[in-house]
Structures are given as C-alpha cells and as structure tokens.
C-alpha cells in the first residue's frame, strides 16, 4: 500500500515565515530554517527563502508543501515581514495576496483580513517571545503572491472571501486528499448563507444544476451551493443549522439514486439509476418491452426519451416527490425538501414545487 505524505497549511507556512523573520530581526543575521510546533503538536524543520534584512525590518519566505494532497496553493509563497513599533502588543495584517472577508458567517469578521483563528494565535505566540520591557510592540504583515489568482480555484469567491487566498489550518498539517477538508467547506458555506439571512439553501448537484439556476431561474450565485455527491451530509448540515427549507436540483442519473436512500451518490456505493428508473416506469404500467428497452440503455439521459414515447412522463413527477420524501424522512421530517430534475442540457422533467 503507498503512504501519501502528509503536508503543511497555509497557517504553519505564515507562522514559520513569522518566526524566521524575528530571529532575523532581533539577531541581525539571514536563517535558513526554522523549528515550530504546529497546533496539533507536531514539530516541523521548514525551509526559509527570500530573506531580506534591514533597519527594524526582517522579512522571509515560505514555500507551502501541501504532500501529497491535490491543494491549489502547493507550492504557494507565503510571506511575513516583521517589524518592531511603538504600539503595545501584537498587530496582524493581510499583505498582497491575502484575502478580505466581506460577508458574514466566517470565523474572521466582516472587513478583517483571511488569517482565521488558529494561524492568527499561532502567530501570536511565536511574536509574544521576541517583546520584552524594551521592545513591546511589533506589526507582522503576512503576503501570498499571486494569492489573489489563486483563490480563483477555491470556494473564496463563494464565501465572500476576496483578494486573495485564506491563511488556514486548525492542525497545522495537510492531510492528503481529505474528504473531510472538502465537506467542511461545503457546511462552512451554509454558514455564509444563514448569517446573510437566507431562509432557504439551494443545493446543486452538478454543472447541469448550476447553469439551470443561472440561465432559467437568475439566482444570485451566492445563493447556490454546489454539493456534488454528498446530499445526505449537507441535508443533515442544514438540520443542525436550523435551515428548515432546501431545494434539491439535480440530473435525474443522480437523483434517481436518492430514491434508494443512497444519500452519496458517487458510484462506489451503488449504482441502480436504470433499474430503478425502471421500475418506477413498471409502477405506471409499462410493458416487458419498454422495461427491457430501458434496461438495455448505457445512461439514465436515454431513458428520457423511452418514458416520454411510452407516455410515462409522469414517472418524472414520481421520482421528485419520492425524492423529497426520501430526503426529509433522513434527518426526521424537519426539513422541507424540494426537487428539481433536469435532463442533461437542462430541460425541467418535473418539479415538486412552482418555479
């Protein structure tokens, strides 16, 4: 079995640059590396570049090593520049490349810089060790270059995050290709959406959903949140938020796949979409050739057309209304769950509520 290597976040880089960067302030002399104790214990050696020093000022580079987990920002250049001032205590700041907040519902506030809690007190704490009698004040400002074009690729934008990428990490180290980093940004955008005042969270499956809800109903994309397989965790993430309304908007090949209770419907768990659309169709009456038509299909989008020849359309009208049921019997009928299915060039087959 292949180990993947672990990595660091985005925090470890910001709070390794800080450290190498007060050394360098208070010792007059370039370091190369630094040791730092990450928020989970773990101890790191981490490599500094781009080292400058001059009259009360150090500053220093770090190269973020995300191992082997596909990260956008491996690779990224995180920054602190670090001098002492005449105001007590420790001042963080956000340079070139770091993002603003500018919705609520984050763990940062409206207008503060992207450097969440965890990096921010790791920062700090390194920053307390270098102040004294003498020297009781020091201003840090950490950098991302090209942070802004990178947060391009992240759920940022979504999140009202702008300007640049987020300073990020509660452990301090990346763990490869984590499902639960991903699921985590997914609840983290509920978040944004209740704190706006949003009655009601809009869940898109796909690409098909997405367009539909720009291009058919003009949703604000700040609205919509793209789930991809994970149905089943989102719902429950809207029970424990208090969100009492969802609408569920998705191609039938996934839908169908929530009338098995398959609230993931990535294929590893199953994949039944002809079978079962099948026998949505022998509920309606349709004879041994249709079924055996549709069974023969390779996509569920081929089975459209046979429903609709047959005159079974209302097997769409079925499927969504046993999806919702399906889907507010899972966190104990206290949501309300809309369905929407789409064909794959987002045509609405059926709907449980007016659009």
């Known amino acids: 079995m292949t180990i993947l290597r672990k990595g660091f976040t985005t925090g470890t880089c910001a709070q390794a640059a800080t450290k190498g960067a007060l050394i360098m302030l208070t010792q007059g002399k370039s370091v190369n590396s630094v040791e730092v104790t990450t928020p989970s214990g773990v101890k790191l050696r981490i490599s500094l570049i781009e080292q400058e020093l001059g009259d009360n000022f150090a500053g220093c580079a770090v190269i973020k090593d995300s191992g082997d987990d596909p990260d956008v920002t491996n690779g990224a250049k995180i920054s602190a520049k670090v001098r002492f001032s005449q105001k007590k205590g420790v001042m963080i700041r956000g340079g070139e490349g770091v993002g603003k907040a500018t919705k609520p519902g984050l763990a940062i506030g409206v207008g503060e810089y992207a450097i969440n809690p965890t990096p921010r007190r790791m920062i700090v704490e390194e920053a307390s060790k270098f102040l004294s009698e003498e020297r009781t004040g020091l201003d840090i400002t950490i950098g991302v270059k090209e942070g802004e074009e990178l947060a391009k690729k992240t759920y940022n934008p979504k999140l009202g995050i702008m300007g640049g990428i987020s300073i990020i990490g509660t452990t301090g180290i990346v763990e490869p290709k984590s499902l639960d980093a991903y699921k985590a940004s997914l609840a983290l955008q509920l978040d944004v959406l ?33 789930i991809g397989d994970h149905i089943g965790f989102m ?28 609230f993931n419907t990535h294929y590893s768990f199953g994949d039944k979409r002809l079978e079962s659309i099948a026998r949505y169709a022998e509920s309606f009456g349709a004879d041994r050739e249709v079924i055996e038509k549709i069974l023969n299909q390779e996509t569920a989008e081929s089975a459209i057309p046979i429903l609709r020849e047959a005159g079974l359309s209302a097997v769409f009208e079925k499927i969504a209304k046993d999806v919702s049921r399906r889907s507010e019997e899972l966190v104990g009928n206290i949501l309300t769950v809309n369905c929407l299915i789409l064909s794959l060039n987002g045509e609405l087959l059926a709907a449980t509520n007016e659009i």
């Not at 969270?201 to 609205?223: Q, R």
């Not at 429950?236 to 209770?261: D, F, M, P, S, W």
């Open 194 to 226: 209740k704190a706006q005042g949003y009655k009601e969270a809009i869940f898109v499956l796909g690409y098909v959903g997405e367009k539909f809800c720009k291009e058919k109903l003009k949703l604000n994309g700040d609205s919509v949140i793209k």
């Open 235 to 262: 719902l429950q993430e809207c029970a424990k938020r208090k969100i009492v309304k969802v609408l569920l908007i998705g191609h039938i090949g996934k839908i169908i796949k929530l009338t098995n209770k398959q």
